[in-house]
């Protein structure tokens, strides 16, 4: 994988995809993927929940939403900040990479997404993390940014995304179609 640790951290330094990221145990033994994008994304936050757990409800500015994935809704609470961004990263692909992989709670704030899961005993389980996590930021719609700094608002997407053929479902096709 072309993977390197850091000397002086003891991380793991890489790319998945060609995403940055770095990957390292924190003082509590939990394992942190972080990922480097290339411009300020909408936060959204997924944590994994245990079957037919109840959904916590929170007072963080975030919207709690379902994605209509029977699956992945049992799987996982996921919020944000704007609910018609979570829709269109979370497509059906991306689901079924985050139900594959193992559990982690993973945060987008900024240009960094951010994942934290228990200990990883089994290389592999890294490497279907970062998988599922990289399929996150591929569904980001990159074309439509024209600064780096803010995410862009639900009508430059739309109008990005007007000149290809993506395969939203009618949940994302739906949120996109809200005005701002």
Do not use: C, K, N
Not at 147 to 154: A, F, K, N, Q
């Amino acid at each position: 994988m072309g993977w390197t640790t850091d000397e002086h951290t003891g991380a793991l330094v890489g790319e998945m995809a060609g995403w940055p990221l770095t990957a390292y145990e924190d003082a509590r033994g939990r394992s942190i993927i972080e990922f480097r994008a290339p411009a300020a994304m909408s936060p959204v936050l997924a944590r994994p929940r245990p079957r037919g757990g109840p959904i916590i409800v929170e007072q963080d500015g975030l919207t709690a939403l379902m994605t209509g994935d029977g699956d992945f809704d049992e799987a996982y609470e996921v919020r944000a900040a704007e609910p018609w961004f979570a829709y269109l990263v979370l497509g059906d692909q991306v689901r079924r990479g985050l139900l594959a992989a193992p559990p982690q709670e993973w945060s987008i704030e900024g240009a960094r997404l951010t994942a934290i899961g228990p200990h990883l005993d089994d290389p592999l389980d890294l490497l279907a993390r970062t998988g599922a996590l990289a399929a996150v930021l591929e569904s980001v719609p990159w074309q439509a940014y024209t600064d780096t700094t803010v995410p862009p608002h639900r009508a430059a997407v739309v109008a990005a995304m007007a000149g290809r053929e993506p395969r939203l479902t009618h949940a994302q096709a739906t949120a996109l179609a809200q005005p701002d």
